[in-house]
């Protein structure tokens, strides 16, 4: 077996293991599994890098995470890990190593690429953008104007956009001294409108970060930023103070007119979703300081260590990846939720979105033989406790399975009052009562009439993984974001897939442009698309016609 060809997982041993031992799993309850058995919580329960995972409310028993391991041991799960540190190209489809370990890897240490360590490049960069922060941060770089950046903007999209958007709200607490940010990726021109509109040109910094510095969205959200800078002030020279890339492609950067000397790079062995920790994540450090900063960095090694490190049945990010596999090709689960209990975690859903259904949202294997199991869920998600008056209902006693990730705080950085005990007894009892549910003996024990029994009672046995840290810090997003990176990883590897390509979404990419040249041309085009489409398009240019 080379390591382009993966022996497709449902042909494992382990996998036809699995396969029997669900057979006998998928009757018992978890009422059944805790009753007699007060160590199961203990037991079930893993600590690393500041995070606890209480995994004890899955429908496994003492022989299932030891099955789970044994899966990801056939599949060589801890070999192709070991290949990604190393820097060898497991990125086939796109011939590319994938080390974005090495971007939070400490000074001094040493990751090999082609024969050259690339963690004193990774430093390099990291303390041009530090240096870059502190004159931001304290006032001395002015704009063309004279004076000091009170705001900025991230023009990027995808991975060059939901990392830093999602981090830079998770740690808005920490971003006290650092200008405020805001964040422009969608192409609808509202959305540029809207982040800018109260915004004074001479205090505002534009950050276009695009690995490429080809795509669509962010250029055009870019030149729009230009033109507005440069209407208001008045001078082309403006954009020199007030444009900085970041971006692998210095040429397309320099073509834009940003001066090189304001771009901050990364390289082709980081992929846009797994950027954050790269200079993609520039407005971050802008906000939150370069100490805060590498302090998030710290974290997400402390996982990368601990992942590389622990053995499979302790290793949460493994534990967490073999999970949802048993939840969704044993035990039929198609989508799994992720549930913040804490307001500044409201856009770690959409991040993990990206995260997971762009890296394992695959239906061929690494040999490009058509996958024999199904791969990653639908994830969703949004912050406890508003998912609770909304979606919960179909998680208590709607027809599906969806497992569920509830993230959660021991301490608040904003203590009112009992608010936050409150918020933690909710994320508690949620998953007890999605473990345990309310049988309709005990609802009719209540009184209830016989015809509402049916309707008031839940059947429990519901999955969930409870991920909880102390506080939210800089420190805990890294290694929860390092949790969940690694957990994709694992699962790619089972399922035999590139988790680093994304060439799905190329396609529809080369239709708009195409789209984009007929809805503009000014004589009415030929159009050879089906019936549907070309109706769209007419209908678009008559709105034009009679609006103009
Ligand atoms: C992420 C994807 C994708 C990418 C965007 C933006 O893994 O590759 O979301 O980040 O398409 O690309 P640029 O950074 O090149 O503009």
Redesign the pocket.
Known sequence: MTSNEPVPPRRLPAWRALEDHARSVVHRTMRELFAGDPGRAERLTFEAAGLVLDASKNRVTDETIPLLCELARQADVRERAEAMFRGERINVTENRPVLHVALRAPRGSSILLDGADVVPDVHAVLDRMAAFSERVRSGEWIGHTGRPVHTVVNI?????DLGPRMAARALTAYADGGPATRFVSNVDPTAFVEATRDLDPAETLFVVC???FT?LE?LTNARTARGWLVGALGDDAAVARHFVAVSTNAEGVAEFGIDVGNMFGFWDWV???YSLASAVGLILMLAIGPARFREMLDGMHAMDDHFRAAPLERNLPALLALLGIWNANFLGAASHAVLPYDEYLALFPAYLQ?LDM?SNGKRVDLSGRPVETDTGPIVWGQPGTDGQHAFFQLLHQGTRLVPCDFLGFLETLNPVGNHHALLYSNLVAQTEALAFGKPAEEVAAEGVPPELVPHKSFPGNRPSNTILADRLTPWTLGALIGLYEHKVFVQGAVWGIDSFD?WGVELGKTLAARVASELDAPDEPVLRHDSSTNALIRRWRETRRRTR
Do not use: A, F, P
Request: hydrophobic residues 5%; proline residues 0%.
């Open positions: 990027g999209i995808g991975g060059s695009s690995k490429s795509t962010t992929g846009g979703r990206q762009e994304q």
